[in-house]
């Protein structure tokens, strides 16, 4: 979902998956034009070994629980629906959420993930309010820290 959102606690990442969107939408002619079917699968937080087996904690620490990470193999399956079904053409951006299921989304005027609360979608955080402290919890220690300092040098 970082593909079409915004994340202030993950700004590059994100725009690293604006990127992959922008080029599975442009590629979508290539399925009538080279028989080429390319179509971008959006997963929501999917409970993969970076969550499970990485730093110790890493996946509760960021709030990641069962109840909202998907599995590999759900991804999986969307793939293969993907590339099979006739309804879901080249150019396709697909979202995967435990909480909202399966969408296509819209090319244009799009609406905000399902699943989501109002408020962090506008705030474009479909992750726990607890990941993105966490998360940004030390660069925003720094920041504070660095503009108390400024605030004590004008004084």
Request: charge should be negative; charged fraction near 20%.
């Amino acid at each position: 979902m970082a593909g079409y959102s915004k994340h202030y606690s993950a700004p590059l990442y994100s725009a690293t998956k604006h990127a992959v969107v922008g080029f599975a939408r442009s590629m979508g002619a290539a399925e009538q034009v080279q028989g080429v079917k390319v179509v971008c699968i959006c997963p929501g937080i999917v409970k993969t070994p970076i969550w499970t087996d990485g730093a110790p904690g890493s996946g509760a620490r960021y709030g990641i629980t069962d109840d909202i990470a998907l599995t590999s193999n759900v991804v999986a399956e969307a793939i293969a629906e993907a590339i099979e079904s006739p309804y879901i053409p080249g150019g396709t951006i697909l979202e995967i959420s435990k909480l909202g299921g399966t969408r296509v989304v819209p090319e244009w005027n799009i609406d905000p993930p399902h699943g989501t609360e109002d408020d962090k979608a506008a705030m474009g955080n479909a992750a726990p309010p607890e990941m993105i402290k966490n998360v940004m919890g030390p660069i925003l220690r720094v920041t504070e820290a660095e503009r108390g300092k400024l605030v004590n040098e004008r004084a």
